[in-house]
């Protein structure tokens, strides 16, 4: 083999190893633009999904503290019941006592 032959040879794989670390690097970008791009889109479903179920909590505490504040309105007008009860009773053991 001349000694040209070897050079251009040379020269051909070098030029070959180039184009193929181009196609590689073109390749790797591709790889890494798609990551990102679903990357951004799981982010952002995982930003729709926070604002449903904060959203849902939200709701779920307002019922509850209605529940709560209806409950407690009932509680207290059952001790207000209980406390004209109590002072019906006792005016009623007052008169008996009298008797």
Do not use: F, P, W, Y
Not at 18 to 46: F, H, K, P
Not at 79 to 99: K, N, P, T
């Amino acid at each position: 083999m001349a000694t040209n032959e070897h050079d251009v040879r040379v020269g051909d794989n070098a030029i070959a190893a180039a184009r193929l670390l181009e196609v590689a690097a073109r390749n790797a970008d591709e790889l890494l633009e798609e990551a990102r791009a679903e990357a951004a889109s799981i982010v952002a479903a995982a930003h729709a999904d926070a604002k449903q179920v904060q959203a849902e909590l939200e709701q779920e505490r307002r019922q509850q503290s209605d529940e709560l504040d209806r409950d407690r309105t009932t509680a207290l007008a059952e001790l207000a019941g209980l406390a004209e009860r109590r002072a019906a009773l006792e005016a009623e053991v007052a008169q008996l006592e009298q008797l």
